[in-house]
């Protein structure tokens, strides 16, 4: 299978602490991955070097066959196909759910968020078009008909579907989800599962940290492991589970 991301020797220090070592993997494309590990393994740091959100110190970064330089900003990365969703949810809290959506498509559009200010007809046409194209998006994560509520007003699940929709605006190649089932009930997590399932077979990939293992388990195709800052196994979900490695370093605690 081809690969859609690939790292390699990627390193990562804060001051004394040596939060990446030697990271090297590959994600396919046509998948769900996770990444898996104890509280500290360095899930969020290589997260955020994914993303760009923090600069590796060294290593390689590869998606869909080209080099994506370490020093390329958040922007860079979403504008190559890279779009995220983070831990603590980061919505325009004032803003309806419809216009937090359409601000990303507008970002996303040749006219772009100027020309929605200074707006001309063909301007117009296109808003009209990103708001359609804003609202199907909202429908497709299960919120159709909630699109006028002020985004701090929704249920916690909802603003965490509302997350993904406006990531999903960028069009991503790939889709990072930053531990998208953290404080939902067991409901809105199986609702998300099945998000991220239909999102898998027809929109993109997707790339997740998560700390519910079960769920991990259950909803990918492939999962990586991090502890203390490396990378101990890698493989299918029934792999990982049956790998005495991770055992002992984290699935044998739960
Ligand atoms: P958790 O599951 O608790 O979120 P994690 O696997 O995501 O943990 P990281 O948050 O990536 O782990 O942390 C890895 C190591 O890097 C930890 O020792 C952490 O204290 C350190 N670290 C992470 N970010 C920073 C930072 N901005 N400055 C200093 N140290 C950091």
Known sequence: MADL????????????????????????ENCIYGLIGPNGAGKTTLFNVITGLYEADSGLRMFRGKALPLTLKPH??????????????????????????MVARH??????????IFRTAGVR??????????????EYVG?????????RTLSYGDQRRLEIARALAAEPALLTLDEPAAGMNPTETA??????QRIRTDRTNVLLIEHDVKLVMGLCDRVAVLDFGQVIAEGTPSEIQANPKVIEAYLGGG
């Open 76 to 101: 860079e990365i979403l504008q190559r196909g890279i779009a995220r969703t983070f831990q603590n949810i980061r919505l325009f809290n004032e803003m309806t759910a419809l216009e937090n959506i």
């Open 191 to 196: 609702d998300l599962a099945k998000l991220i």
């Open 143 to 151: 919120m159709a008909g909630k699109g006028d509520r002020i985004a």
């Open 5 to 28: 991301l690939v790292l390699e020797g990627i390193e990562k220090r804060f001051g004394g602490i040596h939060a990446l070592k030697n990271v090297s993997l590959r994600i396919p």
């Open 125 to 138: 046409a296109e808003e009209q078009s990103i708001r359609e194209r804003s609202e199907q998006l909202l």
């Open 107 to 116: 970002s996303k559009s040749k006219a772009g968020v100027l020309g929605a």
